[in-house]
């Protein structure tokens, strides 16, 4: 029987060894998720590119060029790293479609089947001009295919250096550091199998592929750096031991060469159990310094405890609590940001719980705050293991599979390596979350123990600062409560005296014509009953009591103005309204009064006031009210004066503004009463030292005018303010009412009429 090649034996196995590695790959994860999948097709490809090259080996099957050997693994290699290059994107987590990939992956293998099967036609040798000439067998089974190779390999190894760089978080840099050897041991199986060696370029790769696998099923890998430092202490002391081995054998060759019965054997004997005596504690010390070299300096547990419970103890403050615990756990474990969290307990929508953490403080950039639902794995893990819990896990193990979206985001957007939970009886009271260690070590076991320890001992500080924050938004929301009461006292007392001076206010109005009018009445009956009455008589008795009843009339109807502006339902219709006969109006109901008073009263910039859409029996009103509190408030033969003037000529007239002053040179109004002589009721000075007169000097009515008169103004859109230096009955400094009125009334809603529309278009046009 003819013996086997020993390389095509070499590569038959490697071939079967990737069927051994698919099977346990299907036994242990099914074909359900995508990263298996994908293994599953590579490590078939891989098969069937191993076997399908040892059968090429074989006697007889690989005649002539290009060998069929060569072509299956130049043809195979593009495949299986195209599949790499997909398989490093799921270990990567890198998001997105990724469709770019695929197709440039579709490309360049519809590239390699139509130079493979020669679908141009070219000829053996392609002349490419300029003397340069190319065989067509290289092209196709060697050049483009390996250019195929080494973009998608080269690609993979971009992304897998960029993802290093960007992520900080060591345990996710351990799992990185794994994925960097599968691709290592992969580029090198193939420049080897290129290289002519295809069976130990095999082995590199099979190497490579089953390295890939163990990174793709397992999440806790050993720590890269840890099993460095092992290896380089123990290297370190091993070599330190050969030193003192050969210094010492050769001093005592040296020094007792010439004493009797030494022998080489004796003497190695004797320095063999001296090393061994020494060797533990010299490796000890060599470990310590290794680690102080090359690693973060170490902390002492039993020291960092003891500082940590004393510095956090009295602490009663929620923030300083947590700047003070994440300081000293920054430096214990050398970490540059971490943040506390206080848990509370809530209901959402749906009655279930939800568990809202608050950040308080602690260091580095701020965090938010964030909420976890009871059926979030995480939240589950941290109310019932009682063990601190890793980004790590959360980003890679099935357990946290089903962590809803905002959750993760929250947590990734923290940047925290580590959670630990805090707990006072049994309850979930806290979190103390952790960025990664400055030294990019991750948290071993030992530090996760030393955090439940020191979370155990935040438990009674948390519980109290707790309280206390609950103690002190208390008071702040009694104190604000307190504000309020004050408030609506002062409002309630208010009121309470508008309403006295209401009463006192309403029966001293009333009464006045009431006596009048019965006075009156009294006489013209008495006058009757006499017989004595006579025409002329009759005639000025009934005046009177016209003039009582006008009166009444006044007053119940401004009682009447001032409960609908009280309830918004003032109505007003406006129609398009010359200013100056509006304003004259006003005038000529009052010439009678300012001659008794003997006052003069002057106009300026009437006349050229555009027409304005407003109620002009409302807005007279209003000049009546005002040009009558002017000639009460000023003394006998002042002055009144009445101006206008267009505001935003320039713009269209839904834009445009009068303003309107009425100005006196009466005794002026203080600067605190500029507001108040707007509200119901409200006149300066003491009741009854008014004089009920509509047009004596000083003569109040129910001080309820300018009320009015305000919301007639906002009722059109417009605002009314005061101006006067101060009140002085001496001096008389006067007084200046500010009116302004949109052209166009802004009326609202519910005062609007299909005629103000009207209107309103007719002017715009
Ligand atoms: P009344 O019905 O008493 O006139 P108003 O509401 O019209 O009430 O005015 C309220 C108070 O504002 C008046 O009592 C007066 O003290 C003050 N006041 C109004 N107009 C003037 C003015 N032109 N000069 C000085 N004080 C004024």
């Known amino acids: ?345 809530a209901q959402d929508d749906e009655d279930s719980i939800v568990f809202h953490l608050r ?39 099935p357990a946290f599979q089903d962590v809803p979206k905002a959750e993760r985001k929250w947590l990734q957007d923290m940047d925290m390596d580590v959670y630990v939970p805090i707990y006072a009886q049994g309850e979930w009271i806290g979190l103390l979350a952790l960025g990664p260690k400055a030294s990019g070590d991750r948290y071993f076991e030992s530090d996760l123990e030393l955090l439940s320890t020191l979370a155990d001992q935040t438990a009674v500080a948390l519980e109290n600062a707790r309280l206390f924050d609950d103690v002190k938004a208390r008071s702040v929301e009694i104190e604000l409560l307190n504000d309020e009461l004050t408030t609506a006292n002062r409002e309630l007392a208010r009121l309470d005296q508008a309403k006295t001076d209401f009463i006192g206010v309403a029966s001293h109005e009333l009464r006045t014509p009431l006596t009048n009018i019965r006075g009156y009445n009294d006489i013209l009956h008495g006058m009757i009953e006499s017989d004595s009455l006579q025409k002329e008589t009759a005639l000025e008795l009934t005046q009177g009591v016209g003039k009582g009843v006008q009166r009444l009339h006044e007053i119940v109807n401004t009682m009447f103005d001032v409960s609908r502006i009280d309830t918004a339902t003032l109505d007003i219709n406006p129609l398009p309204t010359p200013v100056a006969p509006m304003i004259k109006a006003a005038i000529n109901g009052l010439t009678e009064a300012l001659a008794e008073r003997k006052q003069r009263l002057t106009t300026e910039g009437l006349e050229e006031l555009p027409t304005m859409i407003v109620d002009n029996k409302r807005i007279e009103q209003v000049f009546n009210e005002l040009i009558q509190n002017a000639i009460k408030f000023t003394p006998d033969g002042g002055h009144i004066w009445i101006g206008g003037r267009l505001l935003n000529a320039e713009l269209p007239p839904p834009e445009q503004e009068i303003e309107f002053i009425v100005a006196d040179e009466g005794i002026g109004i203080a600067v605190e009463d500029k507001e108040r002589i707007f509200q119901k009721f409200y006149r300066v000075g003491e009741l009854m030292l008014h004089s009920t007169s509509k047009t004596k000097f000083k003569g109040a009515g129910p001080g309820l005018g300018l009320t009015v008169v305000k919301g007639i103004v906002e009722t059109h859109g417009g605002r009314i303010w005061v101006e006067s230096p101060g009140h002085d009955e001496e001096n008389c400094p006067g007084s200046a009412f500010h009116i302004l009125l949109p052209v166009l009334a802004r009326v609202s809603k519910t005062c609007s009429s299909e005629g103000v529309a009207a209107a309103r278009a007719g002017m715009e046009h």
């Not at 346990?24 to 078939?44: D, H, M, N, Q, S």
């Not at 960097?180 to 069976?199: K, S």
């Not at 290896?231 to 040296?254: D, E, I, K, N, P």
């Not at 976890?372 to 893990?381: G, I, N, Q, T």
């Open 359 to 397: 950040s308080v403080g602690g260091m580095g950039p701020e965090v938010p705050s964030g909420r976890l639902s009871a059926a979030s794995p995480v939240a589950d893990y941290l109310l019932r293991r009682h063990r601190p819990l890793t980004q790590y896990d959360v980003d890679l193990t």
């Open 1 to 345: 029987m003819e013996s086997i090649n020993p390389t095509v034996l070499f590569i038959g196995v490697e071939g079967l060894a990737y069927l051994v590695i698919l099977s346990l790959t299907l036994k242990r994860r099914g074909f359900a998720e995508w990263p298996v999948r994908l293994l599953v097709i590579y490590l078939a490809t891989a098969s069937l590119w191993c076997v399908g090259q040892a059968i090429a080996r074989l006697d007889g099957v690989d005649a002539a060029p290009p060998h069929l050997s060569w072509t299956i693994l130049t043809l195979g290699l593009p495949v299986l790293a195209f599949l790499f290059l997909l398989l490093t994107r799921f270990v990567l987590r890198l998001e997105g479609e990724g469709w770019g990939w695929w197709i440039a992956g579709a490309l360049w293998l519809g590239a390699m089947a139509v130079l493979g099967f020669n679908l141009l036609h070219l000829p053996d040798t392609i002349e490419w001009g300029n003397g340069w000439a190319v065989q067509y067998d290289v092209l196709a089974f060697t050049f483009v295919p390996v250019l195929g190779w080494g973009s998608f390999m080269g690609g993979a190894t971009t992304l897998t250096l960029l993802a290093y760089r960007r992520i900080r978080q060591p345990l996710h840099r351990n799992r990185i550091k794994y994925w960097a050897l599968a691709l290592g041991a992969t580029i090198a199986g193939a420049a080897t199998a290129l290289l002519g060696q295809p069976a130990l370029g095999g082995s590199f790769y099979l190497l490579g592929t089953f390295a890939a696998a163990y990174v793709l099923f397992t999440y806790h890998l050993p720590d890269v750096r840890q099993m460095a430092r092992g290896l380089g202490s123990t290297l370190t002391s091993a070599l330190l031991a050969a030193v003192v081995y050969t210094t010492g054998f050769l001093l005592t060759l040296y020094a007792f060469q010439n004493v009797p019965g030494y022998t080489p054997l004796l003497a190695g004997l004797t320095l063999a159990l001296v090393l061994v005596l020494l060797f533990d504690p010299i490796l000890r010390r060599v470990r310590q310094v290794v680690d102080r070299l090359f690693f973060a300096r170490r902390y002492d547990s039993g020291q960092t405890l003891r500082e940590y419970s004393a510095s956090i103890s009295n602490i009663l403050d929620l923030e300083r609590l947590g700047t003070v615990a994440v300081g000293l756990l920054s430096e214990a474990l050398d970490i540059r940001n971490g943040s506390l969290f206080v848990v509370h307990y």
